[in-house]
Structures are given as structure tokens and as C-alpha cells.
């Protein structure tokens, strides 16, 4: 079977949530993995910072390089991209998971807070792209992958939160022009979204508590997914818009009652589909 061991992969947002799991899965493989997050101290309202990824990638069997880079800045994004070449010699994958998040009507949103979505989400994610490129089409296997949802446009996905769909679906218009651009270097570009709800600190602090929590699967659902797309070929899969549970059942696990202490029938559905 397909794994990273040896690959190297640059993950944004990595100190907690989705793209932890996503480190650790690789790590498991014995893959070097990026960890840009801007969490450097701990800090007592939100578990998690990028040292203390690094610690349990190496525990897990990987390699860990803890870069503090707020994506919101050419900077040091460009110094994160740069110390990651200069330790572990490339990337093969790039995983834009880093995203600002707040549902909120367009009367209550303040300027502030909609620059913030616009710039972690779709422009960080361009950014961090772009920086990646050069390195990427150097690799044997390159890999960019959006954390962002299929393009659903309609009006219900707009009206209620409508700041924050432009910034997310921002992403996934990466996602499309990207995949196409750089589809003669060979560099896959994919999107993977969540069926259901994930477990993270989003969920429990901003959008439904405990409630919410019960019904929502563990991030190693979108890990492991992540795992089947970066091990496939990158000229044979590209410009997708992939589910987590999707990817999955073609990959031949049929059992996903792992992810969840929930019935299937009770799990609660993620934005945008």
C-alpha cells in the first residue's frame, strides 16, 4: 500500500484539529511534516501549539520542524517554506488548512473580522500556494490539498453567513484554477471536505458546544481521507472536490462507525452540502 514515508509535507494550521490529525496520520508513515501554526506558548483557552505537534509527530514515527507563521503575512510564510526546504531537502505536499471562521449575517459583521476570514482563508491559501510551487515541481509526487468545500452556489450557502462563505469558497476557486495551471507540472490539486461536522475546537467553542461535539465524527475521518489522496498518483487525480466519506468508501473502508460515537442517522451534516 501507498504511504509518505520520506515525504515531506508543509501543513497549515497544524497545532490542533484537522491538520494535527492530518500530521500525525503521515507521521505514522514516517513522513517529515512542516508544522505552521500561529500558537507558540500555551495558551489556557485553546489546547495546542506548534511544538507541541512536533512532540507527538515524533512519537508517532515522523519528523517535525515547528515554524510560528500567521499565513496572513508574505514574511513568514516565505522563511516557513524556506526552513522546511533547508531541514528536510523539499515538499511534496502542500495541505491549506488554516481558516478563519465566524457565521455571522452581513448587518453583524464587522470589517475586521471579514478582512481576517479573507485573508487567512483565500489569500493565505494563494499565498502559501504559491510559495509552495517552486519546491512542489521538484517532487516525484506533488500534492496540494484545500481543506475547502465543493462549490454549492446555492443562495441558502449565502444568505445566512455570507462573508464567510466568500472567503471559504475563495479556496476552493484555488482549488479550480490551480488544479488547471499547474496540471502540466504535474502537481495535483484537490479539495477535501467533511460530510459530517468535525470534532474540533471550532465546533465546541463557536458553532454548538457539547451538543453539536456528540454528533460529530473525530478529525481521523478527514486524516485518513487526506492520507488516500496525497498516496495517489498527481497527474491522475486532480481538480477535485473530494468528501471524506467519499474518498474513504472508494478506498474500500466500509465501516465508518469508528469516527463516531453517533448513529449515522444522527450525525450532524457540514456546510455547503
Known amino acids: 500500500m501507498a504511504n ?3 515525504k515531506t509535507l508543509l501543513i497549515t494550521g497544524a497545532s490542533r484539529g484537522i491538520g494535527r490529525a492530518i500530521a500525525l496520520r503521515a507521521a505514522r508513515d514516517g513522513a517529515n511534516i512542516a508544522v505552521l501554526g500561529k500558537t507558540d506558548t500555551p495558551n489556557p483557552k485553546l489546547a495546542g501549539t506548534v511544538h507541541d505537534a512536533v512532540l507527538e509527530i515524533e512519537r508517532a514515527g515522523g519528523r517535525g520542524l515547528a515554524c510560528v507563521c500567521d499565513v496572513r503575512f ?13 531541514t528536510f531537502g523539499g515538499i511534496d505536499c502542500l495541505i491549506n ?4 471562521i465566524q457565521l455571522t449575517s452581513t448587518l453583524s459583521t464587522d470589517m475586521k473580522r471579514f478582512d481576517l476570514m479573507h485573508q487567512v482563508n483565500t489569500r493565505g491559501t494563494f499565498l502559501c500556494s504559491k510559495a509552495c510551487i517552486p519546491a512542489l515541481a521538484k517532487s516525484s509526487n506533488p500534492h496540494i490539498l484545500m481543506l475547502s468545500p465543493p462549490l454549492n452556489l446555492e443562495p441558502r450557502w449565502f444568505a445566512p453567513h455570507l462573508a464567510y462563505t466568500i472567503a471559504k469558497y475563495g479556496m476552493s476557486l484555488c482549488v479550480l484554477g490551480l488544479a488547471e495551471e499547474l496540471r502540466p507540472q504535474g502537481i495535483a490539486v ?3 471536505w467533511p460530510r459530517t461536522v468535525i470534532a474540533t475546537a ?3 467553542n463557536l458553532l454548538g458546544g ?3 461535539m456528540a454528533r460529530a465524527r473525530s478529525p481521523e475521518i478527514v486524516a485518513d481521507a487526506a492520507h488516500v489522496i496525497l498516496t495517489r498518483p498527481s497527474r491522475e487525480f486532480t481538480g477535485n472536490f473530494a468528501l471524506d466519506e467519499d474518498v474513504l468508501l472508494a478506498a474500500g473502508v466500509s465501516d465508518l462507525s469508528g469516527y463516531s460515537a453517533a448513529p449515522q442517522d444522527q450525525l450532524l451534516p457540514d456546510l455547503f452540502l
Open 74 to 86: 508574505e514574511d513568514q510564510v516565505n522563511a516557513a517554506v524556506s526552513a522546511t526546504i533547508a
Open 97 to 100: 488548512n488554516a481558516s478563519a
Open 4 to 6: 509518505l514515508s520520506g
Open 202 to 204: 471550532a465546533v465546541q
Open 190 to 192: 484537490n479539495a477535501l
Open 210 to 212: 457539547d451538543p453539536a
